[in-house]
Each structure stands twice: as structure tokens, then as C-alpha cells.
Nanobody, 119 residues
Framework: QVQLVESGGGLVQAGGSLRLSCAAS????????MGWYRRAPGKQRELVASITSSGSTTYVDSVAGRFTISRDNAKNTVYLQMNSLKPEDTAVYYC?????????????WGQGTQVTVSS
């Protein structure tokens, strides 16, 4: 059974930092592209940051320069370091693991962790 378990969310003041973790079990994340998504109240889910199996990263413009995604394949864990947090970063953050194969796509999600940034 595949599980992605996020942790590290919480309440922080604007300008503060948080580090989210996503611990995977049941899959080897080294062959997966990993991503962090978020859904703010009343808004659609958006991709915040992603990292390929080879380590290439992408960020949505609103977090570029403030957030850093990384992966530790030995620990089967992906991280999202969030600095200079803003109230508009408030959302539920979800971890995603995705892999495309000839047999079809594999797509797994965590349960989410709440991040609240107070002004």
C-alpha cells in the first residue's frame, strides 16, 4: 500500500519559515517526479514546486526565490523549505508522486498539511 505522509505544517507569522516533509512508503521515490501542491480556500489547487527524478526543479512564480524543494531518496522523503512566508501562502499543502510508464501513469497523493500565515 502506497502512503505519502506530509508533516511540518502549522501557524507562522508573516516573514517566518516552515519546512514541510513528505515521507513515502510503498514506492521508491527515486523513480518518481515529486511535487508540492496547495489549495487555498475558494481557489483551485495549484502546483507550487516540483522535482524530477534527476533533480530538476520548477516553481510557480509566486514562490520562486522563497521556497525550495528537495529530495532525499535514501530517506524516501521530499521536502519543501518555505521562507519569507506571506499570508497568501495560507493553504493546505499536498505531496504528490507521479510516474509515467508504458503500463500507464502512477499518481499518488498525501492527505495534506495545513499552513497558515498570519499577518
Amino acid at each position: 500500500q502506497v502512503q505519502l505522509v506530509e508533516s511540518g505544517g502549522g501557524l507562522v507569522q508573516a516573514g517566518g519559515s516552515l519546512r514541510l516533509s513528505c515521507a513515502a512508503s510503498g514506492i521508491d521515490i527515486s523513480v518518481y517526479a515529486m511535487g508540492w501542491y496547495r489549495r487555498a480556500p475558494g481557489k483551485q489547487r495549484e502546483l507550487v514546486a516540483s522535482i524530477t527524478s534527476s533533480g530538476s526543479t520548477t516553481y510557480v512564480d509566486s514562490v520562486a526565490g522563497r521556497f525550495t524543494i528537495s529530495r532525499d531518496n535514501a530517506k524516501n522523503t521530499v521536502y519543501l523549505q518555505m521562507n519569507s512566508l506571506k499570508p497568501e501562502d495560507t493553504a493546505v499543502y499536498y505531496c504528490n508522486a507521479r510516474r509515467l510508464t508504458r503500463g500507464g501513469p502512477y499518481d499518488y497523493w498525501g492527505q495534506g498539511t495545513q499552513v497558515t500565515v498570519s499577518s
